[in-house]
């Protein structure tokens, strides 16, 4: 247990009215989770809406337009797993697909089934309220409208909401200035542009090898230096795409069977059962490899044993040292208060050989902090800067953010908010305790794996849920307190054995510009048991008949 504790909310027993809502199912969000949620929806005949916020669709893929901006898992392991045809058809051209390219992909998809009839665009949902007597959800729109339905699902994102950072006179500068999500839509010239970057983040890291190529000058912005590491992206020809995809099958079930949902699988040889040669053998391919495999294949000491996570560590600071042509600022974009793995690790295209441009400047936000934004420019500690654009690749209000703004009231008006407060408290990252009929894909203490893979089985998983509900002419689930008390605690038992518990990022929670999250009040967001074991125990809940889940 830890001190954050779970409070009840008393069952309301009031006998169930008649009244039909609009739909027996809203989705929220036409991302990845809520376009595949429709198409198994749709399928079953049911009547069912998404509900999307933004003019289109895409969600992560519609929004974030920086230049750089792109997967950083294998394409085809990103791709929906559920369609031959799809499969059959689609041709990824890079091995890590950039954002125009997915975003025509899940447009693809989208059409091909007709999604797009059934999602409703620019419905912002600011609120929703859980009605007892009638057992359906209320949502309140933007544009004012009402819609009810019996069930909602929510597909939002866990990094959905961008947190400018606080910093004095954003609104006073007299250039352009965005976040990285509000990149517009309408792609902006950099050319013969002065360009700031703010933050070193994961996508910053895409971000300014890109600036650094179109603008006069780019300055970077870093207060706290990130490990990042070579994506080695590289183009898919035909015939590797054919014999792609020959082997879908077997490459879903590699996926379904590691820790990350990646064909990467971790070397389980044992760090200090090898010689030190045989180690840095392994790093050297991995770090010329692609992907994650550098995090992902690697000995699994790395993230719990510190002299081992250590070792590698300094393995990595030689190979950026070896990348910059300035030692004092490689020393500096080596960074010195965490290890590699414990956060989440950003890869990157020329990221390091970007410093080595005359255009592209550097400064240290923590020795010349940022003091206020002008009308012109960033004024810092020791100097003031001049600039055409400004870009904020500051992060998100991850996970819990995207339900915080749409005020999810529950069982006697219990904010989700408020029982959030201290971090989200969940049953299976799927259900919350006091909001019944309301399940969350891809929501806070899931497994963190390729999204994708975990956002087809929670659909799956969810759509099985509701199939039994409609089987057996209930109306109502809940999860038991003692359900959700039981996940939550092992959710952080989880995070114990991990040196990534003491992450400064959001997978704890962190995030500077938000009050609650400051470093150190640990928010559990993610569950780090890995997909197998989370799959396995959904499979397993739902075989014991839905253990801790009131069904009415
Ligand atoms: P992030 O990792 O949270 O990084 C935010 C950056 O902004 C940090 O360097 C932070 O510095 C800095 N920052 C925030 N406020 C600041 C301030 N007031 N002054 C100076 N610096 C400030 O956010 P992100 O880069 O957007 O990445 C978030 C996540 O998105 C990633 O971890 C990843 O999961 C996902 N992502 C995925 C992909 C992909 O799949 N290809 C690409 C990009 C991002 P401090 O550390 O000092 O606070």
């Known amino acids: 247990m830890t001190d954050q504790m779970i409070t009840d909310s008393s069952p309301n027993t009031a006998p169930p009215d008649s009244s039909e809502p609009d739909y027996e199912v809203v989705v929220i969000g036409a991302g990845v989770g809520g376009i595949y949620q429709i198409k198994r929806l749709i399928d079953l005949g049911v009547n069912a809406t998404v509900l999307e916020g933004d003019e289109d669709l895409g969600g992560t893929w519609y929004r974030n337009r920086y230049p750089g ?28 697909s950039p954002q125009p390219e997915t975003l ?3 447009n693809y998809v989208a059409d091909k089934f007709g999604l797009r009839d059934h999602m409703q665009f620019n419905c912002y949902v600011e609120k929703m309220v859980f009605d007892e007597p ?12 009402e819609i009810t339905s019996r069930f909602v699902l929510t597909a939002i994102g866990l990094l959905s909401v961008p947190t400018l950072p606080r910093i004095k006179g954003i609104d006073d500068f007299e250039g352009a200035s965005f976040h990285t999500f509000d990149w517009p839509l309408e792609p902006i010239d950099l050319e013969g542009k002065r360009v700031a970057v703010i933050g070193t983040g994961a996508t910053a890291i895409q971000l300014i090898p890109e600036v650094a ?11 706290r230096a990130n490990w990042a590491a070579p994506l080695n992206n590289r183009e898919i020809s035909e015939e590797e795409m054919a ?39 392994l790093w050297d391919r991995l770090y010329d490899g692609p992907g994650f495999g550098i995090w992902l294949q690697n000995f699994v000491e790395i993230f719990m044993d510190e002299d081992a996570n250590a070792e590698f560590s300094e393995y990595i600071a030689e190979r950026i040292r070896q990348r910059v042509d300035d030692p004092d600022l490689a020393e500096k974009l080596i960074p010195k208060d965490h290890g590699f793995g414990i956060q989440r690790v950003p890869l990157e295209t020329d990221y390091f050989e970007a410093y080595n441009r005359d255009n592209v400047h550097f400064v240290d936000s ?46 006697n008006g219990l904010s989700l908010k408020e029982k959030w407060s201290q971090g989200p408290v969940t049953y299976l990252g799927l259900f919350v305790h006091g ?22 089985l929670a659909v799956n998983w969810a759509t099985g849920l509701l199939e039994h509900l409609w089987a057996s002419d209930k109306r109502r689930f809940e999860t038991s307190l003692a359900a959700e008390q039981g996940w939550f605690d092992h959710v952080v038992k989880m995070y114990e054995p991990f040196l990534l518990r003491k992450a400064q990022s959001w997978i704890t929670g962190y995030n500077s510009n938000l009050d609650g999250h400051e470093y150190g009040k640990t928010r559990y967001n993610i ?26």
Not at 247 to 264: K, L, Q, S, V
Request: glycine share 10%; with cysteine.
């Open 243 to 281: 014999d792609i995809r020959k082997r879908y099958d077997e490459i879903f079930e590699t996926c379904a069977r590691t820790p990350g949902g990646f064909e990467h699988a971790p070397d389980r040889r044992g760090f200090y059962n090898v010689s030190a040669e045989e180690r840095r053998e």
């Open 435 to 456: 909001f019944p009929n309301l399940m969350m894909i891809s929501g806070p203490q899931t497994a963190a794996t390729n999204f994708p893979r975990g956002a087809e």
């Open 527 to 552: 569950y780090n048991g890995g997909g197998p074991k989370y799959a396995g125990r959904l499979q397993q809940v739902a075989q014991d008949g839905y253990e801790g889940i009131a069904i009415e």
């Open 213 to 223: 190529k179109e603008a006069e000058t780019l300055t970077v912005f870093q207060r």
């Open 104 to 106: 025509k992909y899940l």
């Open 366 to 411: 923590s020795e010349t902090p940022i003091q206020n934004i002008t009308k012109t420019g960033v004024q810092t500690s020791d100097e003031h800067y001049e600039f055409d654009v400004i870009v904020y690749a500051t992060g998100f209000d991850a996970f819990t953010g995207a339900f915080d703004r749409m005020d999810v009231r529950g069982v």
């Open 134 to 145: 009638s057992c359906n959800w209320t949502l309140l729109l933007k544009d004012g409208r």
């Open 69 to 96: 901006a792109r997967f950083d898992s294998e394409s085809f392991t990103y791709g929906y797993s559920w369609d031959r045809e799809v499969l059959e058809e689609w041709h990824w051209k890079e091995m890590f």
